[in-house]
């Protein structure tokens, strides 16, 4: 009953719904962890303390990079194991899946131990001032030396279980940890006293809840998981092939994560309130990117499945299907953030500086929104059929030779509006390269479907 009900969704369901289906309880998810990414920043700001907002914008990106280790590891497994149930290979599945889970574990230990060594050099790359130094270096200790592998083997566990179709167990795991970080908040922060330690404790601690919760839901699982978590399956056999299409994601990361901050260091040089102003609306910005991020991943599981069973008709659906749906919700966003960017700012911060500084820098930012999404899913289409290369050569293209010397070069001829320009100029440049490039790849898909 379990592989019929499988067949069905990824063979035979509607497009829409089959979409629906894996995609709703995702962006769900993702807007519940975007909810709590923004309630560190929600409840600081609420303090009024600009510093302590800016503390929290500096380690973002770096705390960030976790996410980009989970990708490298989790998204790269989760898409060759949607692969392999394409071709109906259940039995390397447990391979790919303890690779991924202690692998990451083990890469992310290295990090965290790595960032505790270097944090003082760290911070002052990041671009911490004397008044955010100390808030700076209390949140990276908590979120990323003491809480980074929770964080990834968090982020590995629920693309693992996406990968099978088991979408609502890993939108319930998500949800359940961000939740818990909001409860957190405010009771750390206000209750004890403890500002951005408490935030940062919230968030560390929410993320090992959340890795219980979905160690919890494998034992559930049982025989109905082809999914293993037993270290002695680990094996080294399926590195190339993960990383071929993880590393393309954790490029993405990293890259955008690198883009920040040099946006940050940059902004820094204006002064701590513009660096607290572009951490909040960075913040809010995401919000609608980390919806498109949740249809990307509760599609990828579909295209996977249908590029390894040579159904490209409906690979190519879904792929379309997926990009409508994410430029209607983008302008449902940029509507709602060019109406209410004022009042959205002052809820995040009641200083009334950095909150006008905030509402225009939003007003800006958020019409590179409808491409950004787009290009996020041709990229995510590309790495579910196993393209890595050209993925990464898409997202290195878009950050590494893009954006980051077009920062610099808007920061020096234009200033600081210029910088917040720069998203929308990238990715009025990189559509048609993105467009171009699928459809170089799904034509070369057909001819070789006809020949063969």
Not at 60 to 80: R, V
Not at 240 to 250: D, K, T, Y
Not at 353 to 364: D, E, N, V
Request: charged share 10%; proline share 4%.
């Amino acid at each position: 009953m379990e592989e019929q009900s499988e067949k069905y969704l990824f063979e035979e369901m509607p497009v829409p719904r089959a979409v629906a289906t894996l995609a709703i309880p995702t962006i769900i998810s993702q807007v519940v962890t975007m909810i709590y990414n923004l309630a560190d920043t929600f409840f600081i700001g609420q303090i009024g303390d600009p510093a302590m907002v800016a503390a929290v914008s500096l380690v973002s990106p770096w705390f960030n990079l976790l996410t980009a280790i989970g990708n490298l590891f989790g998204l790269g497994g989760s898409s060759l194991i949607s692969r392999m149930l394409g071709v109906k290979n259940h039995g390397d599945i447990k391979h790919v899946a303890v690779f991924s889970v202690w692998g990451g574990g083990a890469f992310t230990l290295v990090f965290s131990v790595l960032t505790y060594l270097a944090r003082r050099p760290l911070l002052n790359f990041l671009g911490a001032s004397p008044d955010t130094f100390r808030y700076a270096e209390s949140y990276l200790f908590w979120v990323v030396v003491l809480g980074g592998v929770p964080t990834m083997v968090s982020l590995a566990l629920g693309h693992l279980l996406r990968s099978e179709g088991h979408a609502r167990q890993a939108s319930a795991g998500m949800m359940f940890g961000g939740i818990l970080n909001v409860v957190l908040d405010p009771i750390l922060i206000f209750g004890f006293h403890m500002d951005v330690a408490g935030a940062a404790i919230a968030t560390a601690f929410s993320n090992a809840a959340s890795v219980v919760f979905f160690v919890v839901q494998y034992f559930r699982l049982g025989d109905r998981t082809d999914v293993s978590l037993h270290p002695k399956y680990f094996t080294f056999r399926f590195v190339r092939q993960v990383f071929s299409v993880g590393l393309a994601s954790a490029l993405a990361t990293a890259l955008g994560n690198a883009s920040n901050m040099v946006m940050v260091r940059l902004a820094s040089g204006y002064g701590d309130i513009p660096v607290a102003a572009y951490g909040i609306v960075k913040r809010i910005d995401q919000f609608p990117l980390n919806v498109s991020m949740g249809l990307c991943q509760g599609f990828m599981p579909l295209v996977g499945y249908n590029y390894a069973a040579k159904k490209y008709k409906r690979m190519r659906s879904v792929s379309f299907f997926s990009w409508k749906a994410a430029i209607v919700m983008s302008a449902c966003f940029i509507a709602c953030f060019a109406a209410f960017a004022p009042q959205i700012l002052h809820l995040f911060i009641p200083e009334e500086q950095t909150s006008t500084l905030g509402a225009q820098f939003l007003r800006i930012a958020c019409l590179a929104v409808p491409l950004t999404s787009v290009n996020f899913l041709i990229s995510y289409t590309l790495q579910a059929m196993g393209k890595g290369v050209q993925s990464a050569a898409l997202t290195f293209s878009r950050q590494g030779l893009l954006n980051i010397p077009l920062l610099i070069l808007m920061n020096l001829t234009v200033g600081l509006y210029g910088m917040i320009w720069t998203q929308l100029v990238v990715e009025v440049i990189k559509l048609p390269v993105s467009l171009g490039m699928y459809m170089v790849t799904f034509r070369k898909l057909k001819e070789g479907n006809c020949s063969a």
